[in-house]
């Protein structure tokens, strides 16, 4: 299987700031990587697909970036409503892995 | 506008099956490029894929719970279903069903159900 690792596991910031999460995969996986965001109790939503292709409805604040073994998740200015959980996926074979997660909470 | 929405027991014994299933609306389930999969969240913990099935029978598995899973689609009440056998406490979580476009650039679970939650105690 892929493993795949954020980091920060956690973070604290503040509305408005500029936010910047990691995933890092296990071996090369070319651009076959999403993010999707989770707050509590609700069901993940896609943000990201193909690492920068950002999916209908999601908005341009939110970007990713990178391609082999390395990628980027950056929020540009933080709102509130972004305060969340965020989990990187690999689809490049399966079993499809997901990340273990980086939660935004507010400083 | 697409509606996933899953229908599950709540409450399952220790080896008993599990059965699960998530009508879909606003979209057919057999529709190109679009398969139907399973994704489950233990309690506080992270997302862990189950499978994902097309509505001609192709599927895509995750060995670690192959042996345990049986997915199959009714085409003709637009809904998809899902059955896990040999329960242990450690599948308890909350089993979301999502749609998982698959296209050339890679496959993603696009659009996702509100969950449901199963207990697996005695």
């Known amino acids: 299987d892929i493993q795949l690792t954020q980091s920060p596991s956690s973070l604290s910031a503040s509305v408005g700031d500029r936010v910047t999460i990691t995933c890092r995969a296990g071996q090369s996986i070319s651009t076959y990587l999403n993010w999707y965001q989770q707050k509590p109790g609700r069901a993940p939503n896609l943000l990201i697909f193909g690492a920068s292709r950002l999916q209908s409805g999601v908005p341009s604040r939110f970007s990713g970036s990178g391609s082999g073994t390395d990628f980027t998740l950056t929020i540009s200015s933080l709102q509130p409503e972004d305060f969340a959980t965020y989990y990187c996926?690999?689809?490049?074979?399966?079993?499809?892995?997901f990340g273990p997660g980086t939660t935004v909470d507010l400083k | 506008q697409l509606h996933l929405q899953e229908s599950g027991p709540g409450l399952v014994k220790p080896s008993e099956t599990l059965s699960i299933t998530c009508t879909v609306s606003g979209d057919s389930i057999n529709r190109s490029n679009y398969y139907w999969g399973w994704i489950r969240q233990p309690p506080g913990k992270g997302l862990e894929w189950i499978v994902s099935m097309y509505y001609s029978g192709s599927t895509y598995d995750n060995p670690s719970l192959k042996s345990r899973v049986t997915i199959s689609v009714d085409t003709s009440k637009n809904r998809f279903s899902l059955k896990l056998g040999s329960l242990t406490a450690a599948d308890t979580a909350v089993y979301y069903c999502a749609r998982h476009k698959s296209w050339r650039g890679g496959d993603y679970f696009d659009s996702w159900g509100q969950g449901t939650p199963v207990i697996v105690s005695s």
């Open positions: 996926q690999q689809t490049y074979t399966t079993p499809f892995t």
